[in-house]
C-alpha cells in the first residue's frame, strides 16, 4: 500500500507543478510512468488496468477532437481572425469581439483545439495593429476556459463528467450556461479596467507579425461539411439515446473520410499526449481507489460536514483542487466518489464550473493557459506568471463568486 500512494502523490505532484521535479517528464509523462509503474508493484493487474480506462471517455474526446480539427484544416478559424483584424474598432471594442468569439467557438468545439489554433493568428492581429498583444490573448484564453463550461462538448473535464454521471447535453447546457455566458463580459471588464492605460506597444515589438495569409482562405465545402456534422453530433446528443462515444466516433469517421484533405493532417491536430494523460490517470486513480483510502478519506470528510455530493461544497473543493493539479485531473480525481440522487445536472455544473472558473487563477491551471503561454513566447510575446495570475486572479475570483451564487440560488 505504501508504494502505491508513493506513486500516487508523486504522479500528482508532477499534474500541479507541471513537470516530475528534478525530471524531465511532464504530466503525460508522469501518468504514464505512474500507471506502468502501478502495474508493475502489483497494485493493480494488467485486465484490470485496461478495465479502468474508460473507453467510453477516450472515444467522445477522440472523436470531438477531430471533429474540432476539420475546422482547423478547412482555414475557419484563419478565416474568423483575419475578419475580426479587419474590424475599425477601438481597442476594448476588439477585446469584446475576441472574448465572445473565443467563448462562442470554445462552447461549440473542443476549447483546447481552439486556442492551438487562434494564438498565433491573434498574436499576429495584434502585432499589425500596434497592440500590446498580453489583453487580448489573455482574454481569449479566459474567454476560452469560460466559455467551455457552457456546454458538454466544450472541454475535456466537462465530457469526463458528463460520461461519469451520465448527464444529457441539455441537462448540463440548463445547469452552466447562464454562468459560463455571464462570465464574458465580467472577464473584458476587468481586462479593460486592468489593462486602460497600456493598449498599445511604446515601441515596435522585436517579434515579426505572423502573416496569416497562407492559411487564411476558407474551403467553403469542408467548412461547411464540418459544421453540418456538429450540428448534427449537437441533435443526436439532445434527441437520441445512442451513447455519446458512439456519435462522436461516427462524425470523425466521416469527417476523416475525405477525397481533399489528408486524413494525417487531421489526426495531427488530436491532441494525443491528453489522451494519454487521461488513460494513465485513470489506471493510476483506480490503484490507489484499490487500497480503500480515498473511501476513508470521504468518510473522514463528511464527519466533518464537508459532503461532496452537496453541488455548493463540491463546487468549492472542485475550484480548490483544480488550481492545484489542474483541471482534468481534478474532475477525474473526484467523479468516482460521487452518488447522485437526482442531482446529476447540479454536480455536473459544480463540476464543470469549479474546474473552468478556477483554472484561469495561474497558468498550468488548463491546458488552454498552457498553450497561449508556451504559443505566444514562441512569437516572442512573454506573459508572466505574476501578469497571468493578476489578471487571472481577478477573473477567476469574481467568475467563482458568480457561480457560487448561481449553484447556491438555483441549482
Known amino acids: 500500500m505504501t508504494l502505491t500512494i508513493v506513486v500516487f502523490v508523486l504522479v500528482y505532484v508532477a499534474m500541479a507543478f507541471g513537470k516530475l521535479p528534478g525530471f524531465k517528464v511532464d504530466r503525460t509523462g508522469a501518468a504514464v510512468i505512474g500507471a506502468l509503474a502501478m502495474m508493475a508493484i502489483g497494485s493493480i493487474t494488467p485486465p484490470n488496468a485496461w478495465n479502468a480506462i474508460d473507453y467510453r471517455t477516450i472515444g467522445m474526446l477522440f472523436g470531438l477532437m477531430v471533429v474540432s480539427a476539420s475546422f482547423v484544416v478547412s482555414g475557419f478559424y484563419s478565416w474568423t481572425a483575419n475578419r475580426v483584424a479587419m474590424l475599425k474598432v477601438s481597442a476594448p471594442t476588439l477585446l469584446a469581439v475576441l472574448i465572445a468569439v473565443g467563448g462562442l467557438l470554445s462552447a461549440l468545439l473542443t476549447n483546447d483545439v481552439v486556442v492551438v489554433a487562434m494564438t498565433p493568428l491573434l498574436v499576429s492581429i495584434t502585432l499589425s495593429r500596434g497592440l500590446n498583444p498580453i489583453p487580448f490573448l489573455l482574454g481569449f484564453c479566459f474567454a476560452a476556459n469560460n466559455g467551455a463550461t457552457g456546454s458538454l462538448i466544450g472541454s475535456p473535464q466537462n465530457m469526463i463528467a458528463a460520461q461519469g454521471l451520465d448527464i444529457s447535453f441539455v441537462g448540463l447546457l440548463q445547469a452552466s450556461a447562464i454562468p459560463a455566458l455571464l462570465s464574458l463580459p465580467?472577464?473584458?471588464?476587468?481586462?479593460?479596467?486592468?489593462?486602460?492605460n497600456r493598449w498599445y506597444l511604446e515601441k515596435q515589438s522585436s517579434g515579426a507579425p505572423i502573416s496569416t495569409s497562407p492559411s487564411a482562405t476558407l474551403n467553403t465545402w469542408e467548412t461547411a461539411k464540418a459544421g453540418i456534422i456538429t450540428l448534427a453530433v449537437i441533435v443526436a446528443f439532445v434527441v437520441s439515446d445512442i451513447p455519446k462515444e458512439l456519435i462522436a466516433l461516427t462524425a470523425a469517421g466521416f469527417l476523416l473520410l475525405n477525397?481533399?484533405?489528408?486524413?494525417?493532417?487531421?489526426?495531427?491536430?488530436?491532441?494525443?499526449?491528453l489522451l494519454l494523460l487521461i488513460m494513465g490517470l485513470f489506471v493510476v486513480n483506480a490503484a490507489f481507489s484499490g487500497t480503500g483510502l480515498p473511501q476513508q478519506m470521504l468518510n473522514d470528510l463528511r464527519a466533518h460536514g464537508v459532503e461532496l455530493n452537496n453541488p455548493l461544497v463540491l463546487f468549492l473543493v472542485t475550484g480548490v483542487l483544480s488550481t492545484i493539479v489542474g483541471n482534468n485531473p481534478s474532475v477525474m480525481l473526484l467523479v468516482p466518489f460521487l452518488t447522485p440522487d437526482g442531482n446529476a445536472d447540479s454536480l455536473g455544473a459544480a463540476l464543470v464550473l469549479g474546474s473552468g472558473f478556477s483554472s484561469n487563477l495561474f497558468i498550468f491551471g488548463s491546458l488552454a493557459g498552457i498553450i497561449v503561454v508556451e504559443q505566444a513566447a514562441a512569437y516572442g510575446v512573454k506573459i508572466s506568471f505574476s501578469e497571468f495570475a493578476k489578471s487571472g486572479g481577478i477573473v477567476a475570483a469574481f467568475c467563482m463568486l458568480l457561480a457560487t451564487a448561481w449553484i447556491w440560488l438555483v441549482l
Open 186 to 196: 465580467i472577464t473584458w471588464a476587468i481586462l479593460v479596467w486592468l489593462y486602460r
Open 259 to 273: 477525397r481533399s484533405i489528408a486524413s494525417s493532417d487531421m489526426l495531427k491536430l488530436v491532441d494525443g499526449n
